[in-house]
T-cell receptor
């Protein structure tokens, strides 16, 4: 029921790219992505609602492959402000609310 | 107003105390949620209200009691908590349960002593 995220942690130099993956053992109709900085609330990045849909948010984009039951978050030309923990969320089987993956800790260094 | 406001920000309570957490939003969102988050863990779903009615209770112990007095307010009543209940309690809201992202409040940091 909980989506599986990989990798668990990533360390990047400023300007480098990263990919975070989120997969589910059950069919997905949507995937959410959030970023949480230390001591702060999670912040909504984007939602993907259709298979094959790709969305962008600044230099952060995501894709959704419903057949493979997975989504990927792409961070390009990373900035220091991208540091934080990224969570994907998929719908709870009891009804629509989100279950979150365990998170991917991203650290961007100068 | 694009915020979810949670009060108090910090709470220390004894195991015999009764306290309440409050959450408020004025964005017209019709779905509201309580999540519990332990350090270095993801938010864990507790309760979901949709149009002021409880629609999901994730088998949360009865010492946690939610209340939705109106479409803008969500309370979480706490009674006889255990030290392991110490966590960050996050409230979130969304325009509906299906098509829109969640707006999270900054949370209440709860310590049970």
């Amino acid at each position: 029921q909980q989506p599986v995220q990989s990798p668990q942690a990533v360390i990047l130099r400023e300007g480098e790219d990263a990919v975070i993956n989120c997969s589910s053992s059950k069919a997905l109709y949507s995937v959410h992505w959030y970023r949480q900085k230390h001591g702060e609330a999670p912040v909504f990045l984007m939602i993907l609602l259709k298979g094959g849909e790709q969305k962008g948010h600044e230099k952060i984009s995501a894709s959704f492959n419903e057949k493979k039951q997975q989504s990927s978050l792409y961070l390009t030309a990373s900035q220091l402000s991208y540091s934080g923990t990224y969570f994907c969320g998929t719908e709870n089987p009891n009804g629509y609310a989100l279950n979150f993956g365990k998170g991917t800790s991203l650290l961007v260094t100068p | 107003d694009t915020e979810v406001t949670q009060t108090p920000k910090h709470l220390v309570m004894g195991m015999t105390n009764k306290k309440s957490l409050k959450c408020e939003q004025h964005m017209g969102h019709r779905a509201m949620y309580w999540y519990k988050q332990k350090a270095k863990k993801p938010p864990e779903l507790m309760f979901v209200y949709s149009y002021e009615k409880l629609s999901i209770n994730e088998s949360v112990p009865s010492r946690f009691s939610p209340e939705c007095p109106n479409s803008s307010l969500l309370n979480l009543h706490l009674h006889a908590l255990q030290p392991e209940d110490s966590a960050l309690y996050l409230c979130a809201s969304s325009q509906d349960r299906y098509l829109h992202g969640y707006t999270f409040g900054s949370g209440t940091r709860l310590t049970v002593v």
